[in-house]
């Protein structure tokens, strides 16, 4: 069983920076692939970026790419998602979620989710 809290989201200016936390639990995560989503009103949840636990992989959409950075603090169990330079379009919920093995950017292929924080860029 895995166990993810989101945090971090606010309200923040177009050209400014947020960084988003999500702390997770789970007797190991060696195995597993950390993912960002989010899902903006009216729109479909959309997959953001990924890291694998072990290696430290990562993979971005490119809507965000060389914007947003995910990294991850083996020792505090949490990972982040760096974000730069953001614009009204990156306003939405953002959720992290967890999978096992490899990274997708499917959203049902992901068992375990946050319960969303908010982001919101004003123009």
């Known amino acids: 069983q895995v166990q993810l809290v989101d945090s971090g989201g606010g309200l923040v200016q177009a050209g400014g920076s947020l960084r988003l936390s999500c702390a997770a639990s789970a007797r190991t995560f060696i195995s597993y692939v950390l993912g960002w989503f989010r899902q903006a009103p009216g729109h479909e949840r959309e997959f953001v970026g990924a890291?694998?636990?072990?290696?430290?992989?990562?993979a971005y959409a490119d809507s965000v790419k060389g914007r947003f950075t995910i990294s991850r603090d083996n020792a505090k169990n949490t990972v982040y998602l760096q974000m730069n330079s953001l614009e009204p379009e990156d306003t939405a919920v953002y959720y992290c979620?967890?999978?096992?093995?490899?990274?997708?950017?499917?959203?049902?292929?992901?068992?375990?989710w946050g319960q969303g924080t908010q982001v919101t860029v004003s123009s």
């Open positions: 979620a967890a999978r096992l093995y490899s990274i997708s950017a499917r959203d049902y292929e992901y068992a375990y």
């Open positions: 890291i694998t636990w072990a290696a430290g992989r990562t």
